[in-house]
């Protein structure tokens, strides 16, 4: 079977990569691209450990094909901070202790990010909803929401 | 190391919540987890696994395998080392099925290839012939007579005769006469329960990239709670010695007992010295769920007699626990630890470790605690109820403290269960308002904790600052606690001070992180290796003031003359003793190498309330507070995630998670998707007390905290449903399956 | 002499008792001194045990001390998750 041929951006940079059509985008990522940021917790898209953005919209990598990228803006965990300056819900998730392990760390920032963009006002019960796809195992996600509600509001405070 | 008793105030650095030394390449993408290592050449493997829960192995065809394009090398058993004996075999035969598959999921071949696809691919082509045998995977089942025998002549000395040779392993302890005891009760309550097998649920899946050359010397990669355990197996399955391979741990992505044990890293190791290769291998979800190590399902009995006023008079408990189609199921934790919260003058626990066609069961957070609590504190609570008492009154009034005889045996030396309750009965949870279809539930827990064999390195840098190198993987955040813990000692910033997982080349020996040994046992060797290198530093001040050793004092990061007749010198700091070490002496070191005893045990009081709809049976978890001794928080806000975390576990226990086998004996559900672990909406804020009785095992007076959490949720929030349903549960999960069937019960009885 | 406890899954292989009395003044001597006496015991001491002497929890070290009022218990090997 040859290989398909992908130019897409990812993280604002343009680049390109040989894929086998049954190949998805977390394994171009990770294989092809060097960026190993997503995980794969589990393959099926249950976990969200290899959330990433896909012109802007939240998606699991692992349920879109390497092939699917073609022409498109792809967002990943390492395109968050700004250079050396870390997006405050990367600061704030070190400060409130919001990860233990750190696997499920990289999804959940690329979806709460996703989510504080769209709603930048959400209710704790919001916020658990829209994570409900973001499994983690460590924290019983009681620090995972103090950190999105308290950057949420640090932002609404700066806009 | 000798104690004077614990430190107990004047802490500078402990205590404090710095952010942590791995945070910013955790929220960054940067960390590097087991299946991130790459290496040049390097192939990918994937593994043939059994479809049958127990059959024969007629015979392998790899040939089909072998010849698709891009495949390198096939293996099989007849790959690995011959002869070994005990657990190494055990652990050999469940990494790759002998004669016989024993479980839905054992490994009976695997191929590496230039691609993961192709491997994949690869395994499809490899034929296996199966004889397909009767198989058993419910525990009572197992022990039954007509049961199907897994593997004859399995059993130990312990077990008495006339038992099933699925049955492998026997405990009974206790003290005092329970029939005596059960007479003079008011009210004798026994019950049967059944708790289902549960998985760690780790996120990352096992994953490790592995190198061995034909002379016999091996690197290897992977994401482990133990990499000298790893070390010490792999090269006996392989037939290496042990100090030509060095392994290095990976950051790992959650354990909870699960990467205790090895179950790819040989198989890699196996691939990579035939293909001459570098091999990469990382389990898919479906495999960690049939092929990793759950934990056992349990058949429980427990019985225990109450007097009007609350005081036990007599318990005892039969635990039936299968833990797979090998030996190792840990009854004997579940029995030592059930009883363990009361003071009983007549107590009996049995246990049985039961063999069935299921994966080897491996530990998860306090391994068979959580269990026996649940079996145990429903009954107190069914008492309770009966004779109108107060849950949380009536277990003070029996709890265990220093010096009451345990129900395992030996006196308690300091411990903090009655410090947990009252602070239970005090806390706002305890007495708030519930509403329509609420109920409350209250739960002890215990775990033994443990220590285990440790080495640490803690090396001066000439501008003053220090690495710390330990041996055990960071599973909850101790770097950070051993930065901590380091920064008392030497009296330097928190900041100044980087805590490094060496891997097995570069340290000592260190036992797996487990048992919440790490804090502890690492915990007080850092403390010891940082006294090591201030003596030294004492010794450099000395030797430039003139004056002896013994007259130099370390305070606030200096050397200083211990009073005034030792001499009038300025403090030296430290970084002024390390700038010209090279030239005073040579490089300043601190170690520490033993095995630390003093663990310290620990106690629980969880209270949860839930909400149970009588319409669909299904439970929401509306408030929950976990307090717990901690001995001495280091790290206060990582002692917190790990009450957190051990209770949201427990909630998914209790509600959700099982193992669902089908009559073929076949797990159905191996994927997240029908394995329901509790996700962000499911659960409430978890509020948390943290107790500090020191434990005086611990300079610090630290006691283990990652697991004892674990232990009271099962119970407390089986007691809170009881109460809300109006029904008692006695079967875990309490899905809404369980409890529309326990209402409708209850209904028509 | 030192009184040693047993748990009672042990009894069967010490002669149906479950207190022994043994010379020794460390750990690993209450294990050999049990052995010597009971060889019944030897598979069940080699699979692994921890002591508890003065209710402290010794997982596996040999050397650690003990008394002859000290209240010694076997318990089975600790270990954890």
């Known amino acids: 079977m040859s290989n398909i041929h992908v130019t897409t951006t990812v993280n604002g940079d343009e680049v390109e990569f040989l894929c086998d059509p049954r190949e998805t985008l977390l394994d171009a990522l990770r294989d092809k691209l060097n960026l190993t940021g997503a995980k794969e917790g589990c393959g099926t898209g249950d976990c969200g450990a290899c959330s990433v953005t896909m012109d802007g919209r939240l998606v699991c990598s692992c349920l879109v094909l390497g092939a699917e990228a073609e022409g498109k803006q792809i967002g990943t965990v390492e395109g968050i901070a700004d250079g050396e300056t870390l997006h405050p819900l990367q600061q704030k998730f070190i400060e409130y202790a919001a990860l233990q392990c750190g696997i499920c760390t990289p999804g959940i920032l690329v979806a709460t990010k996703a989510l504080l963009e769209k709603n930048p006002d959400p209710t704790e019960t919001e916020v658990r909803y829209w994570l409900a796809g973001n499994l983690c195992r460590c924290t019983g996600y009681d620090k995972i929401i103090r950190a999105v509600m308290d950057t949420a509001a640090d932002l609404r405070r700066a806009s | 190391m000798a104690l004077d008793g614990p430190k107990t105030s004047g802490f500078t650095a402990v205590g404090t919540t710095p952010n942590r030394p791995d945070g910013l390449d955790k929220v960054t993408g940067r960390a590097k987890f087991g299946a991130d290592a790459q290496a040049p050449g390097m192939l990918h493997a994937a593994i043939v696994r059994s479809p049958h829960a127990h059959a024969r192995i007629v015979s392998i065809d790899t040939s089909k395998a072998e010849a698709l394009k891009g495949v390198k090398t096939v293996v099989t058993r007849a790959d690995f080392t011959t002869g070994l004996k005990g657990e190494n075999w055990n652990i050999l035969e469940n990494v790759m099925a002998g004669d016989t598959a024993l479980y839905d999921g054992h490994a009976v071949a695997a191929v590496a290839a230039i691609s993961p696809l192709i491997a994949r691919d690869a395994i499809k082509l490899v034929e296996v012939e199966y004889q397909v045998l009767p198989h058993v995977t419910n525990v009572d089942a197992a022990m039954a007579q007509d049961a199907p025998i897994i593997r004859e002549g399995a059993a130990n000395k312990s077990v008495p005769a006339g038992l099933h040779p699925n049955v492998v392993r026997y405990h009974e302890s206790g003290h005092g006469d329970v029939d005596k005891g059960f007479a003079a009760a008011d009210l004798v309550i026994e019950d049967h329960f059944t708790t289902e097998a549960t998985h760690q649920g780790y996120i990352e899946p096992h994953a490790c990239l592995a190198q061995l050359g034909g002379d016999g010397k091996g690197e290897l990669w992977c994401c482990t709670q133990g990499h000298w355990n790893v070390q010490k197996i792999c090269a006996a ?105 009361y003071a009983l003058e007549n107590v009996r626990q049995v246990g049985y470790d039961v063999m069935t066609n299921r994966p080897k069961q491996a530990a998860y957070r306090a391994p068979g605690s959580p269990m026996a609590a649940f079996a145990v504190e429903s009954v107190i609570d069914e008492l309770c109820k009966e004779l109108g008492l107060d849950p949380i009154q009536t277990r003070l009034k029996n709890a265990s403290h220093e010096g009451t005889k345990a129900s395992f045996g030996p006196k308690f030396d300091k411990i903090g269960l009655v410090e947990t309750l009252e602070a239970a009965k005090a806390h706002p949870h305890f007495t708030a308002p519930l509403g329509e279809n609420q109920g409350r539930g209250v739960s002890c827990g215990f775990w033994f904790n443990h220590s285990g064999e440790t080495s640490v390195t803690l ?174 928080a280091i790290h206060p806000a990582y002692v917190e995630g790990q009450f957190q975390g051990g209770a949201a576990q427990g909630i998914g226990w209790a509600l959700n998670e099982e193992y669902i086998y089908g009559e073929d004996g076949r797990l159905q559900n191996d994927l997240f998707l029908d394995y329901r672990i509790p996700v962000a909406s499911d659960l409430p804020m978890i509020d948390t007390v943290i107790v500090e009785v020191p434990n005086p095992g611990h300079p610090y007076g630290v006691r283990g905290v990652g697991e004892t959490s674990i232990c009271p949720p099962l119970a407390a929030i089986a007691n809170a449903v009881s109460a809300a349903a109006g029904v008692r549960l006695h079967d875990l999960p309490m899905s809404p399956p369980r409890i529309r069937a326990a209402l409708d019960a209850q209904k028509d009885g | 002499m030192v009184e040693v406890n047993l748990w009672s899954g042990l009894r069967a292989l010490a002669g149906g008792q479950d207190k022994v009395e043994i010379e020794a003044n460390t750990v690993g001597e209450v294990l050999a001194g049990l052995v010597a006496k009971y060889p019944g015991l030897q598979d069940a001491i080699d699979a692994g045990v921890s002591v508890a002497v003065d209710g402290r929890i010794i997982a596996f070290g040999l050397t650690e001390e003990v008394k002859p009022d000290s209240e010694v218990y076997l318990l089975q090997r600790l270990k954890g998750g």
């Open chain 2, 237 to 341: 399955l392989v037939g290496i010695e042990t100090s030509q391979l060095r392994v290095t741990a990976s950051e790992i992505g959650g354990g909870f007992g699960g990467k205790t044990v090895v179950f790819i890293e040989p198989v890699a190791l196996a691939l990579s010295r035939k293909a001459n290769r570098p091999v990469k291998l990382v389990m898919n979800r479906s495999e960690v769920f049939r092929a990793s190590g759950p934990t056992s399902s349990t058949s429980m009995d427990v019985k225990i007699g109450m007097k009007n006023d609350g005081t036990i008079t007599a318990a005892s408990g039969t635990f039936r626990l299968q833990g797979g189609a090998f030996p190792g199921a840990p009854m004997e934790f579940t029995a030592m630890c059930a009883f363990a919260p």
């Open chain 2, 459 to 632: 090396a001066l840098s000439e501008d003053g600052s220090a690495q710390i190198v330990v041996g055990t993987p960071d599973i909850g955040g101790s770097r950070a606690s051993m930065a901590l813990m380091a920064a008392e000692e030497l009296g330097i910033p928190y900041e100044n001070i980087r805590c490094t997982i060496a891997d097995t080349a570069s340290l000592g020996y260190n036992e797996v992180s487990h048992g919440s040994r790490v804090t502890y046992a690492s915990g007080l060797a850092t403390i010891a290796a940082a006294r090591d290198a201030v003596k030294r530093l004492c010794g450099r001040a000395a030797a430039k003031w003139g004056i002896d050793e013994e007259a130099v004092v370390w305070e606030d990061g200096c050397a200083k003359p211990s009073g005034p007749n030792a001499g009038d010198f300025d403090p030296l700091p430290l970084a002024e003793i390390t700038r010209t070490m090279g030239a005073t002496g040579g490089p300043i070191n601190g170690h520490f190498e033993a095995t630390p005893e003093g663990a310290g045990v620990s106690f629980a009081t969880h209270i949860v309330d839930a909400e149970v709809d009588p319409e669909t049976g299904k439970t929401s978890i509306v408030r929950y507070t976990v307090v717990q001794d901690a001995g001495k």
